[in-house]
């Protein structure tokens, strides 16, 4: 894109940093965006991040230091925290208090800690079955007498001798934090609070200031070892990091960029690096896909969607049922299960990076866990990498330009990456290294297409009944594997598909979400309504309350926000609930027959098969409650239709391709210089300096007005 400095006022600044690339999304006061990529620098982010910001203005020949001051929005996603807990990196000099009795809850988990994480086969077989090694010492855990019920009663007063020598050990033993979860504090913080004003008065007399951070305040949710151990990956692998997104704001704002950084969190709100707790913004990095897959359902009137991102290390794949994005409430990060709000996306080790070997015991070829990351490949020469990757088999199949790699930036060495993949795993499989290759590559599409296919009939569906939208650095590259015969209703890839996930991140509201187990029962009869309705009352208002003072801390105006209250409801008896939308911020008794009728026709919408059993009442297990502040969005590109044929500006000549079996010759063409209507058969690659996309045999592309590409077979 060229345009003069006078024409672009960027508006919103959105970031993606994987464990790969760093990516940017920017958007301008007209609704026109640029996209920009870099290599990440992990031990720094603010490096890689305005290495690929600068990427991105290039394109419109100006410099952030010029336009800083115009941006009004700027949101940040990434996996630095999530990766810090992967890999087992971060500050474990954690305290904890428990009830007595419970001081082996994080060693111990639940049953279900044990195989959330593992694949369908491995859930089957108890063998594969493991507990997390704990992320803290056990001496560091410390017991006190004292309980509240399921009801919220007091049944044994707290033991202030008990909590006293609590404290005085754990400040002895040097923690960095102090992490308080008691049983049922969800429905009464009292003891919580009173250890947390024992220890204050100790620390006071001692002279220390150590954070003592209580469950009830940090997510009072049913579930304590899912509780405590978001408490404990809080501290150990997100507060971590909040340097790091302070350090970015703060470089942004050196080039004038006033606006506040905010931060998607897995719930697909955004929130500020200051805000109490940052463990809802661990797997942001792939929520802001989902996001944007929702974007683009409302702007091509789609209710039925497949999000696949593909990624270095990673194919994540979500899926919208009636435009109905589903949260989950259990869900496992690092092998541990946690109760904080998360949008349903489901992960495999898949990626461009994957690492290919040959087992000499079985005599086949596998991929990963590992991934070389930003590293790319052996054919990285400067990289020092000694095993071959997904990408070095893509480059020798002539699907990447190796002087092309990020526009030229990093230059990649196609011999070196024959020679590795000839010696490493063509010779043991007494096979050609072209054939080897295709062989990895085909090995990789069948794990994605398989993790696709699970997912969509596990809700009793089949592909033809959804788009799929394929985007991240190598989606465009793998969609035409990964998608072999399933027969979606339509496969949708943006031109700016590396820089998607960032594009959902402009696309999400600065939002805050709180939710409250309340275990409220509507009865066939009605005859609880009434207290029903009260409770609910009282617990929205003092979410809205909580809410409303989180605006404030950031210097935002209350009166600004847009307050959505929310409820999970489920049949009574059943063991999953749905989210539910209230119209009403007060509910009076007789309202509650219409959030009943909500969730019924939910429930039907999303399980058409599944049992509704009303007549057994409805169990109200959380109140939500979401405060929304406007923010600028994205607009799709709206360009002038053109016509079928390519123009020759775009040609770039053509290349011999492997596909199945065969070589091909390949039209080559510039992915920015095609025009809206463009239709391109394969064999052929359209290239960008973010991604590449392919076009094998028997398909073909075309370009609509939005500059989204459609892809036949």
Not at 38 to 67: F, H, Q, R, Y
Not at 522 to 549: C, E, Y
Not at 562 to 579: A, C, N, R, V
Not at 698 to 708: A, M, Q, Y
């Amino acid at each position: 894109m060229s345009n003069t400095e006078n024409s672009i006022r960027p508006r919103a600044i959105a970031l993606d940093t994987g464990g790969t690339m760093s990516d940017t999304f920017i958007i301008d006061d007209k609704g026109r965006f640029s996209v920009g990529k870099a290599v990440t620098t992990p031990e720094k982010e603010s490096v890689g991040i305005m290495n690929s910001i600068n990427d991105c203005l290039n394109l419109w020949n100006i410099s952030i230091d010029e336009v800083g001051e115009s941006v009004d929005a700027l949101v940040y996603s990434g996996t630095a925290m999530l990766n810090r807990l992967l890999e087992r990196e971060g500050n474990s000099n954690i305290g904890v208090i428990v009830n007595k009795g419970f001081e082996d809850l994080l060693r111990l988990g639940r049953a279900l800690q044990a195989w959330i994480w593992l694949d369908y086969g491995g859930r089957l077989h108890a063998r594969e079955h493991q507990h997390p090694e704990p992320l803290i010492s056990q001496k560091n855990i410390k017991g006190v007498r004292g309980r509240i019920n399921f009801w919220g009663e007091e049944l044994i007063p707290l033991y202030k001798d008990e909590v006293e020598d609590a404290v005085n050990d754990l400040i002895e033993r040097g923690v960095d934090s102090i992490c308080v979860c008691l049983l049922c504090s969800y429905m009464n913080p009292r003891h919580e609070k009173q250890v947390a004003r024992l220890a204050n008065r100790i620390m006071k007399k001692k002279g220390v200031n150590i954070p003592v951070i209580l469950s009830s305040d940090h997510n009072p949710i049913r579930g304590e070892t899912p509780r405590l151990n978001a408490l404990v990956i809080e501290q150990y692998a997100a507060e971590p990091s909040r340097a790091q997104m302070i350090n970015i704001a703060e470089t942004l704002k050196a080039k004038g960029v006033q606006a506040p950084l905010r931060i998607l969190t897995s719930y697909g709100g955004t929130i500020s690096p200051h805000h109490k707790s940052l463990i809802s913004t661990m797997v942001s990095g792939p929520i802001g896909g989902m996001i944007g897959t929702k974007f683009l359902s409302e702007e091509y009137n789609l209710t039925n969607l497949v999000s696949s991102d593909v990624g270095g290390t990673s194919f994540d794949v979500g899926i919208l049922s009636k435009r109905y994005i589903p949260t989950k409430w259990e869900s496992s990060l690092g092998k541990f299960i946690l109760n904080i709000p998360m949008i349903a996306l489901d992960s495999i080790g898949a990626g461009t990076g994957m690492y290919v070997r040959y087992n000499d015991i079985s005599g086949r070829l596998e991929f990963g866990p590992e991934s070389a990351g930003h590293l790319i490949g052996v054919c990285n020469e400067a990289a020092g990498v000694e095993t071959v990757t997904m990408t070095d088999c893509s480059i020798i199949l002539g699907y990447l330009n190796p002087e092309y790699f990020l526009g030229g930036k990093v230059p990649l060495n196609k011999k070196r990456a024959f020679d590795y993949i000839e010696a490493q795993i063509a010779e043991p499989m007494n096979s050609d290294p072209y054939s080897t290759a295709r062989g990895a590559l085909d090995l990789i599409d069948i794990n994605m297409k398989n993790h696709l296919q699970a997912m969509i009939q596990g809700l009793g569906f089949r592909p033809e009944n959804y788009t799929l939208v394929s985007f991240g650095g190598g989606g465009p590259l793998h969609v035409a594997g990964y998608s072999k015969n399933l027969r979606f209703e339509d496969i949708l890839i943006p031109e700016w598909a590396p820089a998607f996930s960032a594009f959902g991140c402009a696309c999400a509201d600065h939002s805050y979400r709180h939710e409250k187990t309340v275990d409220l029962i509507i009865t066939p009869d009605g005859s609880m309504n009434d207290a029903v309705a009260m409770m609910l009352n009282a617990t929205w208002g003092q979410l809205k309350k909580d809410i409303s003072d989180e605006f404030k801390k950031e210097g935002r105006d209350p009166n600004e926000m847009t307050f959505k209250p929310s409820l999970k409801i489920q049949y009574l008896g059943m063991l999953d609930d749905l989210e539910v939308n209230s119209p009403f911020e007060m509910v009076k008794p007789e309202d509650l027959s219409e959030l009943t009728k909500r969730y019924n026709d939910l429930f039907e919408e999303i399980f058409r098969r599944g049992t509704k059993s009303p007549e057994l009442g409805y169990h109200i297990t959380k109140a939500i409650a979401t405060g929304i502040v406007p923010v600028p969005k994205p607009k799709l590109p709206q360009k002038e239709f053109i016509g079928e044929k390519p123009p020759e500006t775009a040609s770039k000549g053509y290349r011999d391709i492997y596909w199945e079996g065969g070589w091909h010759e390949a039209s080559l063409w510039e992915m920015e210089l095609l025009n809206c209507g463009n239709i391109i058969e394969g064999p052929s690659i359209i290239e960008a300096p973010a991604t590449t996309l392919l076009v094998p045999p028997g398909h073909r592309v075309k370009l609509d007005t939005h500059r989204i590409f459609h892809m036949e077979v």
